[in-house]
């Protein structure tokens, strides 16, 4: 009885604080879940949480004689926030898809704008990529990917230089993948 | 990974194959030997780990005590300062690989469809 | 003293913290193989390896003191010797294609295995960002589980476990478009 009437004031509870925190948050942050019941089942979880304060902070731990480190200070110049989660799983679906449709929720227009839909029906993967622009200027990005074993939301706050970030790629260890069209790098090698 | 995964790696033929072609290898002729010439050249042997010489004196132990406090606890709050710093670090980069992580995955599935329409977006 | 023989004394370190040079050479010559190795693989050059792990064993040498047991020494090399490649890679240009003369000869043993898939897996290995190409090292040519890669290259586990991930998944790629192509 004590458990039923517990449960049955959570949800709403929940929706509320939800809507509050949602109202409060400055544009681009999205209210993101600590997923713990998903983390509990993961095999890897990456929960990551910097605010304007650890960004500073890391900031200044970044080499700028290090490439990589070079790269991250450059990119995060002028953002308020990074926010990860991400969960591996042992079998394919494990993680409840509503969980992850109430984050989708949260990225609406006026203030969101999808800026890439990539579905593969082959390898059951979707990617959306949202961006939130204030006065036609990106305040955020929003990248939400849910793969058969693999779910991964990625939130960053903050005026996102949308070719700093293409930069990345081939940055953090991920090998650059020759794009047809994109005029193919001299140092792309094998093709 | 779970165990379970990692064992089904194991068996992959590539992985064997990886194995097998990555065999360690011997290094030329004389490599320890040309070593052992440049050890030659040094000027002094291995250092040895050193003890710190005791701290002696009866003079200003009082004064000498607080100020090893106070150099202490700053240093304290200066290595945790520095492993706070680290870790943000860490925490930073690792967020940006798993963004490159998923910026790739998208150029891999657009890129993997012929000419699929994308949504067109207002621009931000 | 045969060379496994040799290796196998437990106190050889003892004896080249002791000073005595003729157990420092001893422990060069039982963990060269595997540093020369790393190295090789990672720079893609004889001569530039060579190079490489003689600075490491003289590093070692200067630094022998900090060294603790076995293991750690172990550790050690690895870790200086990748650490060390890495940085020379970043360095210098990326994908820069060794000269044929510099590259790795094959072995002068009887190959057990496919020596040309070999040598087209260390050459696909070679296109692996230098970071990524440590990982998959450490992984099948030293055998170490992901924690103890993460330990030796100061990375997250996960981000060993992303390489290990990624790397296969562009070598069995890039693979099957050679075997597509030879057929």
């Known amino acids: 009885m004590k458990t039923f009437s517990r449960r049955w004031l959570i949800a709403p509870l929940a929706a509320l604080l939800t809507s509050v925190a949602l109202a409060a948050a400055p544009p681009g942050l999205l209210v993101l879940p600590e997923f713990d019941a998903l983390a509990k089942k993961a095999t890897e979880s990456v929960n990551i949480s910097l605010d304007p304060a650890l960004l500073g902070l890391a900031a200044g731990f970044l080499d700028s004689s290090d490439p990589q480190d070079a790269s991250a200070k450059q990119l995060i110049t002028g953002l308020k926030g990074i926010y990860v989660r991400s969960y591996t799983f042992d079998a394919d679906f494990a993680y409840p898809a509503a969980q992850v449709d109430a984050v989708r929720a949260q990225l609406a227009p006026p203030a969101w704008q999808r800026l890439v839909q990539a579905n593969s029906s082959k390898d059951h993967t979707h990617v959306d990529i949202y961006v939130c622009a204030d006065h036609g200027v990106a305040q955020g990005l929003a990248i939400i990917a849910s793969e058969p074993r693999e779910f991964t939301i990625v939130n960053i706050v903050g005026a996102i230089d949308l070719a700093k970030l293409h930069q990345l790629e081939g940055k953090f260890g991920i090998p650059k993948i020759s794009v047809p069209d994109s005029g193919g790098g001299k140092d792309d090698k094998g093709k | 990974m779970s165990d379970d995964r990692h064992d089904d790696m194991e068996i992959d033929p590539l992985e064997r194959q990886l194995r097998a072609a990555l065999k360690p290898r011997d290094p030329p002729e004389g490599f320890a030997a040309g070593v052992m010439a440049r050890i030659a050249a040094e000027p002094a042997g291995p250092r040895r780990a050193r003890h710190s010489p005791a701290v002696a004196g009866w003079v200003g132990f009082g004064l000498a005590a607080s100020v090893v406090l106070s150099v202490l606890l700053a240093h304290q709050w200066q290595v945790r300062r520095i492993e706070q710093g680290r870790e943000a670090r860490r925490q930073l980069l690792e967020a940006l690989r798993v963004t490159d992580e998923k910026l790739d995955l998208t150029y891999r599935v657009v890129n993997a469809q012929p000419r699929a329409a994308l949504p067109q977006h207002s621009g931000a | ?183």
């Open chain 3, 1 to 183: 003293m045969s060379g496994d023989e040799e290796c196998t004394r437990g106190d050889l370190l003892t004896r080249a913290l002791g000073g005595e040079r003729a157990a420092f050479a001893a422990l060069v010559r039982c963990h060269q193989r595997a540093v020369y190795s790393l190295a090789l693989r990672m720079l893609s050059d004889r001569h530039a390896a060579e190079d490489l792990a003689q600075d490491v064993f003289l590093q070692l040498y200067r630094n022998l003191a900090t060294v603790s047991s076995e293991s750690h020494l172990t550790f050690w090399l690895r870790k200086v010797t990748l650490h060390r490649a890495i940085d020379r890679l970043r360095r210098e240009p990326r994908y820069e294609v060794a000269a044929l003369a510099d590259a790795e000869l094959p072995a002068s043993e009887a190959p057990a295995g496919d020596p040309i898939l070999d040598r087209r897996l260390r050459q696909l290995l070679d296109e692996l960002p230098p970071a990524a190409r440590a990982v998959v090292l450490l992984r099948y040519q030293e055998d170490l589980d992901p924690a103890d890669i993460a330990r030796t290259l100061r990375m997250p586990v996960n981000t060993v476990k992303s390489h290990l991930k990624r790397s296969l998944a562009q070598l069995r790629e890039r693979i099957t478009s050679t075997a597509w192509a030879l057929t």
